[in-house]
Protein backbone atom coordinates (compact mmCIF):
# COMPACT_ATOMS: atom_id res chain seq x y z
CA UNK A 1 0.00 0.00 0.00
CA UNK A 2 1.51 3.46 -0.69
CA UNK A 3 1.91 5.20 2.35
CA UNK A 4 3.36 9.05 2.76
CA UNK A 5 4.15 10.00 6.30
CA UNK A 6 5.52 13.86 7.01
CA UNK A 7 7.46 14.84 9.51
CA UNK A 8 9.63 17.69 10.88
CA UNK A 9 6.96 20.16 11.16
CA UNK A 10 6.80 22.28 14.63
CA UNK A 11 7.00 25.97 16.59
CA UNK A 12 9.81 27.99 15.05
CA UNK A 13 9.73 31.84 15.24
CA UNK A 14 9.32 34.77 12.91
CA UNK A 15 11.98 34.67 10.35
CA UNK A 16 13.03 31.43 11.47
CA UNK A 17 13.83 27.63 9.01
CA UNK A 18 12.29 24.58 9.39
CA UNK A 19 12.81 21.50 7.19
CA UNK A 20 10.03 19.16 7.03
CA UNK A 21 10.71 15.35 5.32
CA UNK A 22 7.83 13.31 4.00
CA UNK A 23 8.70 9.26 3.56
CA UNK A 24 7.30 7.56 0.75
CA UNK A 25 6.89 3.77 0.84
CA UNK A 26 4.78 1.05 -1.36
CA UNK A 27 5.37 2.88 -4.44
CA UNK A 28 8.87 3.04 -6.84
CA UNK A 29 9.33 6.72 -5.61
CA UNK A 30 11.85 7.69 -8.16
CA UNK A 31 9.09 7.42 -11.21
CA UNK A 32 6.47 9.75 -10.00
CA UNK A 33 6.16 13.77 -9.60
CA UNK A 34 5.64 14.92 -5.93
CA UNK A 35 3.85 17.91 -4.33
CA UNK A 36 3.73 19.62 -1.30
CA UNK A 37 0.38 21.41 0.05
CA UNK A 38 -0.51 23.06 3.15
CA UNK A 39 -3.82 23.94 4.54
CA UNK A 40 -4.09 27.18 7.29
CA UNK A 41 -6.43 27.18 9.92
CA UNK A 42 -10.24 28.30 8.45
CA UNK A 43 -9.05 28.43 4.71
CA UNK A 44 -8.58 25.81 1.81
CA UNK A 45 -5.50 23.66 0.59
CA UNK A 46 -3.12 25.66 -0.92
CA UNK A 47 -0.62 24.21 -3.61
CA UNK A 48 3.01 25.60 -2.41
CA UNK A 49 5.33 23.11 -4.78
CA UNK A 50 6.68 20.30 -7.00
CA UNK A 51 9.04 18.34 -7.92
CA UNK A 52 9.95 16.07 -11.02
CA UNK A 53 11.28 12.52 -11.00
CA UNK A 54 14.96 13.31 -10.71
CA UNK A 55 14.70 16.63 -8.79
CA UNK A 56 15.41 18.74 -12.24
CA UNK A 57 12.30 20.57 -12.82
CA UNK A 58 10.79 21.87 -9.67
CA UNK A 59 8.11 24.84 -9.43
CA UNK A 60 6.89 26.87 -6.40
CA UNK A 61 3.81 29.26 -5.46
CA UNK A 62 4.30 32.66 -5.43
CA UNK A 63 4.70 33.35 -2.21
CA UNK A 64 7.22 30.89 -1.47
CA UNK A 65 9.41 31.57 -4.63
CA UNK A 66 12.44 32.21 -2.60
CA UNK A 67 12.16 30.97 0.43
CA UNK A 68 11.05 27.50 0.13
CA UNK A 69 13.23 24.95 -1.66
CA UNK A 70 12.10 21.44 -1.93
CA UNK A 71 14.15 18.50 -2.97
CA UNK A 72 13.85 14.83 -3.45
CA UNK A 73 16.72 11.72 -2.44
CA UNK A 74 15.22 9.14 -4.43
CA UNK A 75 17.76 6.34 -2.68
CA UNK A 76 15.98 6.94 0.66
CA UNK A 77 12.83 7.40 -0.92
CA UNK A 78 12.30 10.84 1.03
CA UNK A 79 11.38 14.29 -0.34
CA UNK A 80 12.19 17.14 1.56
CA UNK A 81 10.94 20.89 2.03
CA UNK A 82 13.38 23.32 3.47
CA UNK A 83 11.40 26.86 4.34
CA UNK A 84 13.35 29.81 5.67
CA UNK A 85 12.17 33.18 6.32
CA UNK A 86 9.09 32.01 7.87
CA UNK A 87 6.01 34.00 8.35
CA UNK A 88 2.96 33.52 10.53
CA UNK A 89 1.00 33.31 7.56
CA UNK A 90 3.02 30.43 6.96
CA UNK A 91 1.04 28.03 9.67
CA UNK A 92 -0.39 25.20 8.39
CA UNK A 93 -0.23 21.48 8.13
CA UNK A 94 1.84 20.29 5.29
CA UNK A 95 1.19 17.91 3.04
CA UNK A 96 2.77 15.68 0.46
CA UNK A 97 1.29 14.04 -2.57
CA UNK A 98 2.32 11.72 -5.10
CA UNK A 99 0.97 11.84 -8.70
CA UNK A 100 -0.32 9.28 -10.98
CA UNK A 101 2.72 9.37 -12.99
CA UNK A 102 6.08 11.37 -14.10
CA UNK A 103 3.49 12.88 -16.36
CA UNK A 104 3.35 16.80 -15.40
CA UNK A 105 -0.36 16.21 -17.21
CA UNK A 106 -1.11 13.68 -14.74
CA UNK A 107 -2.63 14.93 -11.37
CA UNK A 108 -2.06 14.15 -8.01
CA UNK A 109 -3.53 10.61 -6.84
CA UNK A 110 -2.75 10.18 -3.21
CA UNK A 111 -2.32 12.79 -0.24
CA UNK A 112 -0.43 11.75 2.61
CA UNK A 113 -0.71 12.57 6.33
CA UNK A 114 0.31 16.47 7.35
CA UNK A 115 2.47 17.85 9.61
CA UNK A 116 1.91 21.09 11.81
CA UNK A 117 3.58 24.01 11.07
CA UNK A 118 3.29 26.79 13.64
CA UNK A 119 5.07 30.55 13.04
CA UNK A 120 4.82 32.28 16.00
CA UNK A 121 6.94 34.33 18.41
Known amino acids: DVQLQACGGGLVQPGGSLRVSCAASGFTFENYIMTWARQAPGKGPEWVSSINWNGAITDYAGSMKGRFTISRDNAKSTLYLQMNNLEPEDTAVYYC??????????????WGKGTQVTVSS
Open 97 to 110: AKWYSSNWASGVDY
